[in-house]
Nanobody, 129 residues
């Protein structure tokens, strides 16, 4: 059973940077696609980035493209989200999720039909001066 735990959130000023980590345990990292979602108060959950199990290939929504970078370290069994040029609109709870997709060169941030079976508990990111 895969378990995920996020870390690295906190308070940052506009224009600043943070790196979120998602540590995986209970299974190897290689067989899963990973994604980062976020949910701001009063808003729906939004998928913002994903990384495939093979390649790996990555995807970003327009709202974070050019500012955020997703990566994975198989040895450390950790997925990262580097966030630069943070804006107040980036304030949200951020969640790491995993989808069983061995040898997949494609990933999606659309959680249709519960595609992402495994979720972390979430971590708060607040961008404010």
């Amino acid at each position: 059973q895969l378990q995920l735990m996020e870390s690295g959130g906190g308070l940052v000023q506009p224009g600043g940077s943070l790196t979120l980590s998602c540590a995986a345990s209970g299974s190897t990292l290689d067989f899963y696609n990973y994604a980062w979602f976020r949910q701001a108060p009063g808003k729906e959950r939004e998928g913002i980035s994903c990384i495939s199990s093979r390649g790996p290939n990555s995807y970003y929504t327009d709202s974070v493209k050019g500012r955020f970078t997703i990566s994975r370290d198989t040895i450390k069994k950790t997925v990262y989200l580097r966030m630069n040029s943070l804006k107040p609109d980036d304030t949200a709870a951020y969640y790491c999720a995993a989808d069983w997709s061995p040898n997949s060169a494609f990933c999606t941030v659309v959680d249709a039909n519960g595609r992402y079976e495994y979720w972390g508990q979430g971590i708060q990111v607040t961008v404010s001066s």
